[in-house]
């Protein structure tokens, strides 16, 4: 005789494979697991590390600030490497080491992964932290945005479908942020609530937090 029908375990596999169909559909996957997560964050605190060692030496001030102002991202990594802070392959995070270049001259964005403090002039807070002040709110190091804009619109090396990332803070924690608004930052004097990390409280992004170029 034939049987009609499923079984109570072919009914729960196909349920089960139905479900995990759906969750990626849902919510898309990470592009970086748990460990490659942790790897990067390592690498942003030791990013804000070496800058504090580089300090000791320049007036408590980070490399861009002092004698010699450097504004982008990439020149103030560039001082780093010169001084053997860290290495070429450090600035890359593990989630994009099949797409980026290690290299230690002329660096560009096809050399690294992150995005740092905005230093320039309008940004008179920011500018201040930029220094070894040890402040617990103020964000120095983090992973960049990938995506068309800041908001909703931000993306990461670790999420296709908004952002999310490793903040490295002034006193050196690290946290991994599930969204690119923070709900509380501090620079100076200033205190900011709800800080997009890649756009100014103005809305025109003269003074965004994050640098990457």
Not at 96 to 108: D, N, Q, Y
Not at 164 to 180: A, I, Q
Request: charged fraction near 25%; hydrophobic fraction near 35%.
């Amino acid at each position: 005789m034939r049987r009609s029908g499923f079984t109570l375990i072919e009914l729960l596999v196909i349920v089960t494979v139905i479900g995990l169909f759906l969750s990626f559909v849902i919510f898309p996957p990470d592009r970086g697991g748990c460990g490659l997560r942790m790897d990067n964050s390592t690498r942003t605190r030791g990013i804000q590390q070496s800058m504090f060692q580089w300090s000791q030496n320049h007036s408590q001030r980070f490399p861009g600030l002092g004698e010699r102002e450097i504004l982008t991202a990439t020149g103030r990594f560039q001082v780093l490497l010169d001084g053997n802070f860290v290495s070429p392959e450090f600035l890359i995070s593990p989630v994009e080491i099949e797409e980026k270049t290690p290299s230690r001259t002329g660096l560009t964005t096809d050399n690294i992964s992150y995005s740092l403090l905005d230093i320039s002039p309008g940004a008179k807070g920011r500018r201040a932290e930029w220094a070894a002040t040890a402040n617990s709110e103020a964000t120095v190091v983090f992973d960049r945005n990938t995506g068309k804009g800041p908001g909703r619109s931000a993306r990461s090396i670790h999420s296709s479908s908004d952002w999310r990332g490793s903040v490295t803070y002034n006193d050196g924690h690290t946290n991994f942020e599930t969204t690119n608004v923070l709900e509380r930052t501090r620079y100076g004097s200033q205190t900011n609530v709800d800080d997009d990390l890649f756009i100014d409280d103005n809305g025109d992004g003269a003074d965004a937090l994050g640098v990457f170029d």
